[in-house]
Every structure is written in C-alpha cells, then in structure tokens.
C-alpha cells in the first residue's frame, strides 16, 4: 500500500535546528534502505507562489497563498508500506524527532492512502 504523508506546521516561517535536518535527514536514509520512503521534499510556505484553485457552484476560483489555515504544509512523504500502521509508526518517529530536537515546534501530519493500481 502507498500512502502520501503531508506534515504540516503550526510556525513554518522559523528555521529548523541544524541537528534536528540531520536527523531527518539519517531517518530518511534508514527509510528509504529500508524500501519504505519512495519520494520526500520540503514545500515553501503558500506566500512564496502558492496558490489554491477551487470550483464551487460550477466555477473555477483562484486565490494566492498564504492560505487562511492555522498550520502549513511544510513537507511531504510517500511510502510503501504493508498497511496503515506502519507508515502511522514511520510517521511517529519523524514527528518524534521534531519533538526531541526542536523545543517548542507544534505541527501534524496527514496519512492518506494514494489510490490506483
């Protein structure tokens, strides 16, 4: 099963410790030997060119970010894993770094599963 886990932050604008890239960074490295973590990236805030399209009541809307949401998403992952759990374990262990190494940082993440073949 792949899942597409979106982390989001409630301070995006603040610059991560340096300790707390390399362990993300080394987590990373153990996720992706490990067959799990297929893709990952860092996003920009939405006021740095994001924008939202949205249709409703049969027309198209556009508006630029930053988006009105109280936490921005800040990253992404995908992972192929055996089912929910383990990328909700995968996940834990990321946000537990943040945890660990970066006092203060509040933030979530969403775990969807990417449906298709």
């Known amino acids: 099963m792949r899942y597409l886990v979106a982390f989001k932050s ?8 340096p300790d707390l ?13 490990a067959g799990v973590l297929l893709d990952t990236g860092g996003l920009l805030p939405g006021s740095m060119g994001g924008a939202r399209v ?5 027309e198209l809307t556009v508006a630029d970010g ?17 089912d929910k759990a383990e990328a909700v374990e995968w996940t834990g262990r ?11 940082w509040e933030g979530e993440a969403d775990i969807l599963e990417i449906f298709g073949m």
């Not at 949205?54 to 049969?58: A, N």
Request: aromatic share 12%.
């Open 21 to 33: 890239m390399e362990a993300v960074m080394s987590l990373s490295d153990e996720a992706t030997k």
């Open 66 to 82: 930053p988006f009105a949401e109280s936490r921005e998403m800040v990253s992404y992952g995908i992972y192929q894993v055996r």
């Open 94 to 104: 990321f946000l537990a770094l943040y945890r660990d190494l970066w006092p203060g």
């Open 10 to 17: 409630a301070s995006p604008t603040e610059v991560p410790p």
């Open 54 to 58: 949205g249709l409703f009541g049969g």
